[in-house]
């Protein structure tokens, strides 16, 4: 995945020293996944948030050492400890595409808040411009809507609503049965049907964006309830025909016979 701005690099060893010194400043946003993955943390926060006491970066630099989500997490962490709800409103509005996503992350944290106020607080960083901070978001508050499968769906339903092609599709990424680098949801595992009331809006929705993200909702729920999802995508189609449908109900049945 890239940005428009810049073609970046594929791979960590890719990077050129320059760029990779430029990234871990904050002087350039990620244009790849390689490139969020590889710059460096620590550096970030000390030039984002210089003043933090000696305790607050040695917890930051032991976060450094972790898998990316547990990383991120930690240094929201951290950055609530030391500056509280202040720190979300300098972090959300940082160039940097990391920064803000420890803005996720902290609103992940953030003790307190019932999940209407929590979605309300993630929203912007769901419709960042920056494929990484939208990422950020639905991993940093997926905990929080699983443990209350019924309001988030009640609540997110009216995303699908949305102009935002990336709020649409939050809507359905953030509760994939499966997902990627998170736990998965036993519940939606079960009982796909929960989730119609967010699929069947998005089931000929214009955005390949969107798309793909109902497409892979399904393929998930295809490895445990794949009769099921035969005839959702078999009525879809009769219900609902066009190229739109057609691509999701290709990438749903993909891996089945």
């Keep these: 995945m890239t940005t428009a701005a810049r073609k970046g ?94 803005a996720c992350f902290m609103i992940g944290r953030q003790p307190g808040l019932d999940l209407p106020t929590r979605l309300q607080a993630i929203r912007p960083l769901a ?32 995303w699908t609503d949305s102009p935002s092609d990336r709020l649409r599709r939050f809507a359905c990424e953030a509760l994939r049965p499966r997902g990627v680098w998170c736990a998965h949801i036993a519940a939606l595992k079960r009982e796909p049907a929960r989730m119609l009331p967010i699929l069947a809006p998005l089931r000929a929705d214009p955005s390949t964006y969107v798309q793909d993200s109902v497409g892979n909702w399904l393929n998930d729920a295809a490895k445990d309830q794949p009769d099921w999802v035969r005839q959702h995508c078999a009525q879809w189609q009769r219900d609902t025909p066009g190229a739109a449908t057609a691509r999701i109900c290709q990438r749903a049945l993909r891996n089945l016979a």
Excluded: N, Y
Aim: proline share 6%; hydrophobic share 55%; glycine share 6%.
């Design 9 to 102: 690099a594929g791979r960590a060893a890719d990077i050129p020293a320059a760029v990779l010194q430029a990234l871990s400043r904050g002087e350039l946003p990620s244009a790849t996944l390689a490139e969020a993955l590889a710059l460096d943390q620590a550096t970030l926060l000390r030039t984002v948030f210089p003043g933090l006491p000696p305790a607050a970066l040695a917890a930051a630099d032991t976060a450094c050492t972790l898998g990316i989500l547990k990383r991120m997490d930690a240094i929201a962490g951290v950055l609530l400890a030391h500056h509280g709800a202040a720190a979300i409103a300098t972090c959300r509005l940082h160039a940097a595409d990391t920064v803000r996503g420890w």
């Design 127 to 158: 419709d960042d411009p920056h494929f990484g901070v939208r990422e950020w978001a639905w991993m940093a508050v997926r905990p929080h809507l699983a443990a209350d499968l019924d309001t988030a769906i009640a609540h997110l339903a009216a």
